[in-house]
């Protein structure tokens, strides 16, 4: 049943993907809002899959501490779900990625059509003059900056890789970063077919106002996604160690 209803979702996934970016192709010559729109959409009937096929639900909490205004948010990074949620969670967020990304297919034209941020993580000095330039460039057009600090998806249990580039925005920009941890990797494992039914749970934290030196703000920031993620892994294995010990008295009772 878990494969089955993995192989909906993905069969729904790849059919809305197909549909939407062709649909969307024109977008590329209008205002950047419209390629803004495509996104959402895209992300929306992604979520909407998830839910419907695979039994697999969000829940946000905390998005009364993200304050108003220019803001850094560094998210967790255990699998794409949280890269697709951030833009139903967030109003078009202006996103930190691989510059590789920028040569996919259809993917790449329209993030740069959004005017997303990437980086080549080559390039270290000139690298960061370049962050820092668009991601002044995206505060000015009020896109709050979403990060994934260490640079790719990372399993349940391997150890934290946060890169420098979080610490040069937060230093740099001067505005506070607000932490956000998540439990994703319990029910969409890490480049995994299989999605488990259940509720994946992301968490704004408290910011982290301005003015830290980058040693301390690395360790803060390290301590407060890893602990909060921590937590909601364990909250998440739990209600799926129930969820299947439920299905299993339920189909053993429906035996003959």
Not at 207 to 223: N, S, T
Request: aromatic share 10%; glycine share 6%.
């Amino acid at each position: 049943m878990l494969f089955l209803r993995s192989a909906l979702f993905q069969i729904w996934f790849w059919f809305a993907s197909v549909v939407i970016n062709l649909a969307f192709l024109p977008a590329l010559l209008l205002p950047r809002r419209a390629t803004v729109a495509g996104a959402e959409l895209w992300s929306m009937a992604t979520l909407w899959g998830l839910k419907t096929f695979a039994g697999l639900r969000f829940e946000v909490r905390g998005r009364e501490r993200v304050p108003k205004g220019p803001v850094i948010l560094a998210v967790k990074h255990q699998t794409m779900w949280e890269t697709v949620a951030m833009h139903v969670l967030v109003k078009d967020p202006a996103l930190v990625l691989k510059r590789e990304l920028l040569a996919v297919p259809f993917y790449g034209w329209y993030a740069r059509k959004m005017a997303m941020i990437p980086v080549n993580r080559g390039a270290h000095a000139s690298a960061m003059r370049r962050l820092i330039a668009d991601a002044k460039a995206a505060l000015k057009g009020d896109r709050p900056l979403v990060i994934f600090p260490e640079g790719t998806r990372r399993a349940l249990g391997a150890e934290p890789d946060y890169k420098p580039g979080v610490a040069a925005l937060y230093t740099l920009l001067d505005i506070p970063c607000v932490p956000v941890a998540l439990n994703s990797g319990v029910f969409w494992p890490a480049r995994s077919f299989l999605k488990r039914p259940g509720t994946i749970v992301l968490e704004f934290l408290d910011p982290i106002a301005p003015g830290l030196k980058r040693p301390e703000f690395m360790r803060e920031l390290v301590a407060r996604i890893e602990t909060a993620s921590s937590r909601l892994v364990t909250e998440g294995q739990a209600e799926f160690a129930k969820t299947t010990h439920e299905t299993r008295t339920i189909s053993e009772q429906n035996l003959p």
